[in-house]
């Protein structure tokens, strides 16, 4: 049975509809990522699922129960939101116990849930501060303290990284995952950086105009990509794309090279290849020239921009390529590692 199943889901604001049919079910201890861009869907549903917005057609079940008419509070979840939502009245210890007491549970009883969870996530020496005392990695633990404590079914989380700098926001990730691995409970996290998706996710909802773009593992999206959006919005730097002719299964590469596909296609197709599937060309097989518009120097790696045409092509190669600026290249690939998009943007 699945942890959680999501049926014909449709959310409309008035007249305007912006959940589109969703369904699709997570098993219990997956970790489910929904990612997108800004205005995709993925916090509205996330809130739809914790029972914070109404829907007006389709089904949510957690475990063997649908929750349609249960309050957020009856439907055993907890959310670890953007901003914490920390009491900042209360010491770090009565925001982890305020559930529990108000649920009536005994003192020895909270007191031993208190310090197993402060023992996970290495808060117990802040239990008597007060949230204005704590950094933002801090408040986010406790936050996940107060979620933990309750022993949810489901734990969902709407953006908690976004608030913190781009280090702290590597290290929660990474104790994100670490308390997964330890706890093994189900977990739905929202984000809009494909980085936090592709690391934290067994499975991962690609969300655009609120429907189902692609679900999948993260190797799945990088390596088979259902779309253009979904290869463009999964992997980083983004995948390239430039316009090709195709005539039944010929490619015409920019720079004059030829390519052979199995596609029996023939029209305006867009050619994909990843930055890091790029590689100075050796003169053998298919390859793409250009002018090298743009060095970044990244320490193990060197991104070099190439004009190709009236399009950029980026390659990621190794830290010690000296290419120059204005310099012809040729860009060598494997033909396995690249792909076809029609020109309304599914793959062929």
């Not at 015409?252 to 305006?268: A, T």
Request: hydrophobic letters at 45%; one cysteine or more; a positive charge.
């Amino acid at each position: 049975m699945s942890m959680l199943s999501i049926r014909n889901v449709v959310k409309r604001y008035g007249a305007v509809e912006v959940i589109h049919g969703l369904s699709f079910d997570i098993a219990a201890g997956e970790f489910i990522v929904f990612v997108g861009p800004s205005g995709c869907g993925k916090s509205t549903l996330l809130r739809m699922i914790a029972g914070l917005e109404d829907f007006q057609e389709g089904q949510i079940s957690i475990g063997d129960r649908v929750v349609n008419a249960l309050r957020p509070w009856e439907r055993d979840i907890a959310m670890v939101f953007q901003d914490y939502a920390l009491y900042p009245h209360m010491t770090v210890r009565a925001n982890i116990c305020f559930s529990l007491k108000m649920a009536g549970m005994d003192k020895a009883a909270i007191a031993k849930k208190l310090e197993h969870v402060a023992g996970v996530l290495q808060i117990g020496h802040l239990l008597d501060r007060k949230p204005k005392e704590l950094s933002g990695g801090q408040r986010q633990r406790v936050a996940m303290g107060r979620a933990m404590v309750r022993d949810p079914k489901i734990f969902l989380f709407d953006e908690p990284l976004s608030n913190l700098d781009a280090k702290l926001r590597v290290d929660m990730r990474a104790e994100i995952k670490q308390l997964h691995q330890r706890i093994g409970s189900t977990m739905v996290y929202v984000t809009h950086d494909q980085v936090e998706a592709m690391t934290l996710a067994d499975r991962i909802v690609v969300l655009k105009d609120g429907r189902i773009e692609q679900i999948g593992t993260p190797a799945e999206l990088y390596n088979k990509p259902k779309s253009r959006f979904v290869a463009s919005f999964i992997g980083s730097p983004a995948m390239n794309f430039v316009p090709v002719t195709i005539t039944n299964g010929e490619i015409q590469l920019p720079g004059g090279s030829r390519m052979l596909s199995e596609i029996r296609y023939s029209g305006l197709a867009d050619f994909g290849i990843r930055p890091e599937h790029l590689s100075v060309s050796d003169s053998s097989g298919p390859n793409i020239a250009g002018l090298i518009s743009l060095i970044e120097p990244l320490g193990a790696d060197t991104l070099v921009s190439v004009a190709v045409g009236d399009h950029k092509l980026l390659a990621r190669l190794p830290g010690d390529a000296t290419p120059r600026l204005g310099d012809p290249i040729r860009l060598s690939f494997n033909p396995s590692k690249s792909a076809l998009f029609a020109a309304e943007g599914q793959r062929l």
